[in-house]
């Protein structure tokens, strides 16, 4: 029988960035196992390493030391495998919103019904596919970052890393896009590991929410959000809601108040 293993394992995951003047611990130790089809997110106090680590895990940054896997596999570079998505959506401004799903597709040499077959089951699936001809400047904020999110989702990747994404949105489409985001996980099935300075998105999204401390970053907390789902946004409403978010907004603010040399290590290179 063949090991059944976690969607993503980091083991004492160390990073240091060396810059001329001095070298800078971002991460100090993580270790995190995240289960197969759940939903994770990340806080933590800015600059603390979250981005970092999330560009670790997609293999966009190396690591300096410990273990990083996906689904049994060591990171070593980015793959098709990891799904990524960023705060601003990366789409091609000259092609249209089909175009800009295909172009991945295409370059992967997957023949063009097949092609074609995963654009409109992915377009559809973030509700755009009656937006296909249009281009990127054509469609809202929110309606690009569904675009990016179909683009992706289209690879079939086994994991999605998503830093900010709704970072660059208005209060509203954000909470709508919170939303559609539940809806199209629910249908997909794939683990996420979701970045956010929002306490109240990481608690409305999340099966389990990891709190990291100043940088640099050790885990402080992880707080398993006990909500069954589908959840809507009357959640947002509820006295078990705040008090979740009561919760982390302590641990954080603990976190910013403690004395600088805490926050910040420096070691000599
Ligand atoms: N290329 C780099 N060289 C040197 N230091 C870096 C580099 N990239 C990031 N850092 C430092 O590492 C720390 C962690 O940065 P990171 O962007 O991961 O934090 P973050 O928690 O995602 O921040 P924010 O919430 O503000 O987006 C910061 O202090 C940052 O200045």
Redesign the pocket.
């Known amino acids: 029988m063949t090991k059944k293993h976690a969607a993503m394992e980091i083991e004492n995951l160390r990073k240091v ?1 060396s ?1 001329k003047k001095e070298e ?1 611990v ?1 991460i100090k130790d993580v270790s995190l196992t995240i289960p197969e089809g759940k939903f994770v997110s990340i806080v ?10 999330l ?1 670790i895990v997609g293999g966009f940054i190396e690591k300096s030391t410990g273990k990083v896997k996906v689904r049994g596999k060591e990171v070593e570079k980015p793959g098709p495998d990891r799904g990524m998505m960023f705060q601003e959506s990366a789409l091609f401004p000259w092609l249209n919103v089909f175009d800009n799903v295909a172009w991945g597709l295409d370059i992967q040499g997957v023949a063009k019904k097949e092609r074609n077959e995963i654009v409109e089951k992915y377009l559809k699936l973030v509700r755009l596919w009656d937006f296909r001809n249009q281009l990127p400047s054509q469609l809202s904020g929110g309606m690009r970052q569904r675009v990016s999110l179909a683009r992706i989702l289209a690879f079939d990747p086994e994991v999605l890393l998503m830093d ?1 994404p709704f970072g660059a949105l208005d209060a509203q489409t954000r909470e709508e896009m919170q939303v559609e985001l539940l809806r199209i996980w629910s249908e997909s099935k794939k683990s996420v590991l979701f ?1 956010t ?1 929002d306490i109240e998105e990481a608690v409305f999204l999340s099966d389990t929410v990891v709190v ?1 401390s100043g ?1 640099p ?1 050790v885990i402080s907390e992880v707080i398993d959000i006990k909500f069954p789902r589908p959840r809507d946004l009357n959640l947002y409403k509820s006295a078990e809601f705040r008090d979740y978010r009561n919760q982390i907004w302590d641990l954080l603010h603990k976190e910013h108040h403690k004395p600088v040399q805490i926050v ?1 290590e420096v070691v000599n290179g």
């Open positions: 960035y810059t800078v971002a933590g106090p800015s600059g603390c390493g979250k981005s970092t680590f560009h900010e970045v300075h990291f940088r970053a910040s």
